[in-house]
């Protein structure tokens, strides 16, 4: 039998359910310990380390900014619509995926997260809000955050609610 026409051993796939969260805590470890590090990001003159195929993993603005960095170390500053209550939730998001922010900061982080482009957020930061404004009394306050964090503009609300996600809240 020639080796063309021998018959093909089993192929095999190991998926391990744990291996990327690994992963990343060591990642973040890295970050935190300032081992492997190879960009310093500037938000509001504080520095913060990390590790470029980390932001540019999770990033559309660190994609384009660190393609175009040649040198090890290099520092990125952020533009001033960015600020340290919104970028720092997003950094421990790129090497945890838990995104961590409370009500005072949800406008903070989504800012922060449409400017650099983070993935599939403003969705998360509408989940966080819905269930933690159930009284009538704060429906107004909470239809202009919605509105605002969903469609990133002040959005005027009418009798009908102009966000469709509303009519679920309201009702």
């Given amino acids: 039998m020639s080796a063309m026409s021998a018959p093909r051993s089993s192929v095999f796939t190991f998926e391990s359910t744990v291996h ?3 992963v990343l805590g060591r990642l973040d470890e890295q970050r935190r310990r300032d081992t492997l590090c190879d ?10 380390r990390a590790h470029r195929s980390v932001l540019a993993s999770c990033s559309e603005y ?18 001033q619509e960015v600020s340290v ?6 950094l421990k998001f790129a090497y945890t995926s838990k995104l961590l922010f409370g009500k005072d900061d949800v406008l903070e982080v989504r800012n922060s997260a449409s400017i650099l482009g983070f993935r599939d957020l403003d ?9 933690k404004f159930s009284s009538s009394t704060q429906v107004i306050n909470v239809d202009y955050i919605i509105c605002t964090i969903m469609y990133g503009f002040n959005c005027i609300l009418f009798t009908h609610y102009s966000c469709w996600k509303m009519q679920l809240f309201l009702i």
């Fill in 20 to 22: 990327s969260s690994h």
């Fill in 39 to 48: 960009v310093t990001v500037v938000v509001e003159g504080q520095s913060f």
């Fill in 62 to 79: 660190f994609t384009h900014r660190i393609s175009s960095l040649t040198q090890q170390g290099a520092v990125i500053s952020l533009p």
């Fill in 85 to 90: 209550a919104g970028f720092e939730p997003l």
């Fill in 123 to 131: 969705e998360a930061c509408f989940e966080f809000l819905l269930p």
